[in-house]
């Protein structure tokens, strides 16, 4: 029997013997069961007996919750695990993966089920990635090791106990991958007991059914299959030959999904490649046609051949030539045809594979709801506040990892709603409001971006103090201070380090909610706009896109250089030769360039989405070209700020394009129109 110190375990056995010889002069006593339980749970970790810490914690826990036949088992194991370790065998006998026999999925508190449940599937995602890196399996192995220790003392701190028994099973398997050989034996084996994890997630009653029933490695390959019903599920009946079981679902590592898409995006790529010569093809094909006709007539000026005029050889040759050139000019015509039509049929598989593609890493914006809802009541309660949270829009669809990413900026944007502006209910019942306050949850989808609104009834925000606070900071000037109405103080909350509370508590005041939330949103090429009303409440909307990647563009020119705009945005495009066409920003000039004149067109921008609506924009352009279906790339947070762009987008010949964000060129538009 291996173990950490030979002496603690001789202290183990000493005490464990101590206990019963207590127990037996009081049989029954509950608080001396439960006194021993306690010690021994201690114990037994210290002395590197785990599995029988773990199984006194379970029994504690059932005696805490009244259950009686609990404390005749606490005896029974306490005899056992003297016993046992008196004969050099570990306390337990540890048949891992088989589950211990009192080891029973646990209903997890409400109100941090979803953002638990969530976050272990954040972990699982992060161990497929893992074990796609095979060709690094040491870092691979040491990368799984760290996600699986953090699963296990996640789904300790929730008492999740199947999950945390079974992640301390695999965590104790996964040591000491410190070779290739034996860092790839780890990767295989995780790779086998992922779809117990998976499993223990969605359905950890049947996943424990699974784990002590016989065939377990066969039935370990089916817990990947979410909502595991049972340890033996029904065969399924054979399809008619030729027929699609339409309802049969396979699980799809993420990080292939992204290379997929990658992919589609090279082949895009070299669509764009088959599409120039095809271009050129025709173009030449014209060409070709013009010199024929300059030829004949040429031929038709001359005339026939006469003896004093040109000689009649040079005239058949002509003619000859000209004659030639007009099936030259059909086969560049016809070859000009094929490739254009070989790239469009290459465009809109392309364009339907990775929409195809992109629905399989999509979610709905409940599930962020969800975490954000769990993290409201536990705050809330935290703070001795009262909440309704009402959600509209949670079947909207929103790109997983945009999901993701998403949900730490409304996180901040949720916990200040509490802190800042929810009232406690004496405060509310004092100013006629309901006791509880009320924080709404809001999505709605415009065309390719996710309109996110979180709104409270609270107190919402004192302008007055904001413009005393920026005044004593230094951040406006007294004068300004006192002429710039609300909704610009407003974006003063933005900034690091300034709150309106006079001192930090745990949920806020520190000044960082707001301008940490501003940075993750702009991180996803989204914006985020804010109002309040004070006594009234305060509304945060947020609008990102839908999904990273497949946009339609409308390409325009502005001094020299190309541009994509969202054809989403473009409202219309007219001509700039009105009365007023000298107070329309030219594009460039917008984008800190120098323009020489102005635009000979304006392109209305609409903003989809923006309440109350507004009149559009108008920007001045060069030029405008065709509208494509592309793929915009987002900036990373370093480039995110520089400007504003949406991404940039790879043409077919490796040169970049910039995207512009309609809604945030569209403050510098006004301002240069109303200074005009």
Known sequence: MAS??????????????RHIVALDARPGDVASARYAVHSIKGSAGLAGERELAAAFERIDRRIREGDAVALNEAEALLRTAAQRLSTGQHAVASQWPVPPGDLAARRI???????????????????????????????????????????????????????????????DRLKGADTLPLAAAKLREVEHWRGVIAALIDDPEGALSMLRSPGRPSQAARAATPGLASARPPEPE???????????????????????????????????????????????????????????????????PRPWGAPAAALVR??????????????????????????????DGVADARRELSTMRQTVAGGIFARLTAAIESESRRSGRVVIVRTRGAEETIDRRVAEQLVEPCLQLVRNAVAHGIEPPEVRAALGKPGSGTISLAARRVGDRLILSIEDDGAGVD????????????????????????????SLLFLPGFSTRESSSLLAGRGIGLDIARSGIQGLGGGIRISSRAGQGFRARIDVPVETGLVTVLWVTAGGQEFAVRAASARRVRRNDDVDAALVPHLLACLGGAATGPARLALDLELEGDEPPRAATTVGVDS??????????????????????????VRGDGSLRLAIDAWAIAPRVRAMAGAR
């Open 4 to 17: 950490s110190d030979p002496e603690l375990l001789k202290l183990l056995v000493q005490e464990l013997e």
């Open 109 to 171: 508190d409400p109100l941090v089920r979803a953002e638990y449940a969530s976050e272990m599937r954040d972990r699982l995602s992060r161990i497929d990635e893992a074990l796609a890196r095979a060709e690094e399996p040491l870092d691979a192995a040491l990368t799984l090791y760290r996600h699986v220790h953090t699963m296990k003392g996640a789904a300790s701190s929730v008492g999740d106990e199947p999950m945390s028994w079974f992640c301390h099973g695999l965590e």
């Open 238 to 304: 054979p399809l008619p030959p030729g027929s699609v079981d339409e309802s049969a679902t396979i699980r799809v590592r993420a990080a292939h999904v992204d290379r997929l898409v990658e992919r589609f995006d090279v082949i895009d790529r070299v669509r764009e490649v088959i599409a120039s010569p095809a271009e050129r093809a025709r173009e030449t094909a014209d060409v070709v046609r013009g010199l024929r006709a300059s030829l004949v007539e040429a031929l038709r000026l001359i005339g026939a």
């Open 318 to 347: 002509v003619e000859g030539v000209a004659r030639a050139l007009g099936p030259v000019g059909d086969d560049l015509d016809a070859a000009s045809a094929r490739l254009q039509g070989a790239g469009h049929a290459l465009r």
């Open 463 to 490: 302008a007055p103090q904001v413009r005393a606070r920026a005044v004593e900071a230094g951040l406006v000037d007294p004068a300004v201070a006192g002429t710039v109405d609300d909704d610009t103080l407003l």
């Open 624 to 649: 405008v070209g065709r509208t494509e279906e592309l793929l915009v790339r987002p900036f990373g947070r370093l480039l995110s700020g520089l400007g504003p762009f949406a991404g940039a987008i």
